[in-house]
């Protein structure tokens, strides 16, 4: 048992309480990346862009997604700042990944016995950690202390995300686009379909040639 219950509750709760931070703030990076891809899609409906990025089951996936479309759409300029907003989304992504998958776990501090033969411990504070029955983890190498959310970690993770969120806002509103003969959302989903379109762009039917007479 701890040496104080009353503060190993309130470390507890401080400890959930960074979680919950943290996994919406998670949350704020994903719409920030959605609306970064809804205005780079330009004049497509914007329930269209929503069912084709949420479509995607991974933020892994997403983030391929709207890097590929942003490496055609984005004027020069914006480029180098968007790689490495990307770089930092998908590092990001991986913390959250742990802050997902990994499990709650307690640092065993001391274990002492009792004339009685009854045992007693000390516990450290919460922490996250992979599943000791996780043996892709092992091969991984997904150990130690860099594998090891403490709660300091965790609202640091909080923060990163709050703080990547504003930063994906801030260039979605500056961004610009490249100049391009044809645009990227008309070329993706022109009015009316992509069968529309053929018929719109087929060459012109030339003069009917009648059979000549012998």
């Not at 190993?8 to 959930?16: C, I, L, N, V, W």
Request: proline share 5%; glycine share 6%; aromatic share 12%.
């Amino acid at each position: 048992m701890p040496d104080d219950p009353d503060q190993s509750t309130k470390d507890y709760m401080h400890f959930m309480a960074y979680m919950g931070a943290a996994l919406t703030s998670w949350a704020d990076v994903e719409e920030a990346h959605f609306l970064a891809f809804r205005k780079m899609m330009g004049l497509t409906k914007k329930e269209l862009c929503s069912i084709v990025y949420f479509s995607i089951p991974s933020f892994e996936g997403k983030r391929v997604l709207v890097d590929r479309i942003a490496a055609y759409y984005l004027a020069d300029d914006f480029k180098s700042e968007w790689s490495k907003l990307d770089r930092e989304l998908q590092s990001a992504s991986s913390q959250r990944g742990m802050l997902a998958h990994y499990g709650l776990d307690f640092e065993l501090l001391d274990q002492t016995t009792d004339e009685d033969g009854s045992l007693k411990f000390k516990f450290g504070a919460p922490r996250l950690r992979p599943s000791s029955y996780n043996e892709v983890f092992v091969i991984q190498g997904k150990t130690g202390d860099k594998h090891t959310l403490t709660m300091d970690k965790i609202r640091n993770c909080a923060e990163r995300f709050q703080e990547l969120s504003k930063r994906m806002a801030d260039f979605t509103h500056r961004m610009q686009e490249a100049q391009h003969h044809v645009g990227f959302a008309q070329a993706l989903f022109p009015p009316g379909g992509l069968l529309a379109a053929f018929h719109q762009y087929r060459p012109a039917e030339g003069p009917s040639q009648e059979p000549s007479e012998k």
